[in-house]
């Protein structure tokens, strides 16, 4: 419902001609190829962006839209339009984060919402240090690549919904200042999230973790929900602090599980986890009975 209201409110906004009319700003036909850099030319403009089944060919840098002075040592780019893929295809990388030759690095800034809705990313994505100041939608993507979203800092929401990572995914040291959703979430290889900030609800229920799994050092205000997920290798939840709930309910750990030195508020809920005998490391926090998870210990 709420990509449908954002695809009405860009048609309204857009006028939607192909690129064969000859107006420089034109957005593209639906369907159409489209090189990156191109986009990069529409987004200057400040004006919104809509791309509906295109195919976007070359990498797409948003740390070009807007440059930088090349005076500081890390510097933004700013974005200013909202935008919307949806069902889009990137042929090249995408990214958000760059290093020049002067060893200073540029991060982008999204002042507005950014929606990735059921597109292909052929190569890897990289948003290290983005800061989005609108909603990000990256629901049902497929990623070929590595995925960094590393120091990304959503201030307003995040969702993730049935993407699904066929390279390494890292959110070290992301801040998630709204809600997120990773529900239905594939991530084929590792995947870790270390020293984030989880200020909001984040849900990973029905999720599938394939490779090493990390959750550590976390400082999380509020519930996290994991159930019905299955993690296929090592999970490790360690040197975390809980002041929500974490919720376990349905999980299936079938290697090992490492629940170490955390300190948890509430008692984490369990009901029918399951994982093999010997498959826990937790400093006896962790109550076994019949392969099944029967409590915590709370510190």
Known sequence: MRLYALIVMFASLTIFVGCNKGEHHAPPAEGSTVEAAQLVEMLRTHRPLYLKGCKIKG???????SGSSGLVAVAPSYVESDIVFSGCTFEDSVTAFSEHENSQRVYTMFEKNIVFHECEFKKGVNFTQADFRGRLDFDICKVAGEAAFDGCNFRRGSSFTMANFNGEASFVSATFGGRANFMKSFFRKSVIFQRCKMEDMVMFADSHFYGYTEFAKLMAYNDIDFANSQFHDRAVFMRSMYLGNIKFANCVFKKTLDFSGNTLTEQPVV????????????EDNVMIQKNKIDCFKIK
């Open 59 to 65: 990498v797409l840098d948003f740390t070009q839209v």
């Open 271 to 282: 009901k029918d986890a399951q994982l093999p005998d010997g498959s826990v490391n937790a």
